[in-house]
T-cell receptor, first 114, second 111 residues
């Protein structure tokens, strides 16, 4: 079945450590996105990529980094520079230039800094 | 700056009630508006609206877009406890197809 997989579901990190969240899709979608969700808040865009080897900053990119070396994969690294990293992270994908079915979302990674 | 405002932020109703959720937006290069339902984790797609005045329906849910007033509503009739969720409104920007999300409306349906 086609879909988008995020791992791990739960992640604990000590302050000062970098951590990488995985996002893999087998939908043959060109575009992929990373959002952050805090309690009582909507989703805020961190980074997005419309094509392999290219990505753009979203609204809250500071303290995060991404790569897009393969069409299927769009990992997100939360660096020690991110001041408040505890949040729920959602990855999504869509066919480029076509939102007829909306984004497909992964089931998310809940990151807690201890 | 792009802005999406949803109201109310929270709503508690009884089963069988009808609810209307509101979404106003100001985004650059607007292309369409999407509604999502989020229960625990991943948001699930409900509707995409592109044209003004054309109602989209799916069972007890319906939605309409007003591109002149920059506004959309989501109606749920005969609510059930399974409708309890956060409903997210997200205008899409052309070109990048980025979605700009509102904070959501948390709907609680009591038996």
């Amino acid at each position: 079945d086609g879909g988008i997989t995020q791992s791990p579901k739960y992640l604990f990190r000590k302050e000062g450590q970098n951590v990488t969240l995985s996002c893999e899709q087998n939908l043959n979608h060109d575009a992929m996105y990373w959002y952050r969700q805090d309690p009582g808040q909507g989703l805020r865009l961190i980074y997005y990529s419309q094509i392999v080897n290219d990505f753009q900053k979203g609204d809250i990119a500071e303290g995060y980094s991404v790569s897009r070396e393969k069409k299927e994969s769009f990992p997100l690294t939360v660096t020690s520079a991110q001041k408040n990293p505890t949040a729920f992270y959602l990855c999504a994908s869509s066919g480029a230039h076509s939102l007829s079915g909306g984004y497909t979302f992964g089931s998310g990674t809940r990151l807690t800094v201890v | 700056e792009d802005k999406v405002v949803q109201s109310p932020l929270s709503l508690v109703v009884h089963e069988g009630d009808t609810v209307t959720l509101n979404c106003s937006y100001e985004v650059t290069n607007f292309r369409s508006l999407l509604w999502y339902k989020q229960e625990k984790k991943a948001p699930t797609f409900l509707f995409m609206l592109t044209s003004s005045g054309i109602e989209k329906k799916s069972g007890r849910l319906s939605s309409i877009l007003d591109k002149k007033e920059l506004f959309s509503i989501l109606n749920i009739t005969a609510t059930q406890t399974g409708d309890s969720a956060v409903y997210l409104c997200a205008p899409a920007q052309g070109g990048s197809e980025k979605l700009v999300f509102g904070k959501g409306t948390k709907l609680t349906v009591n038996p």
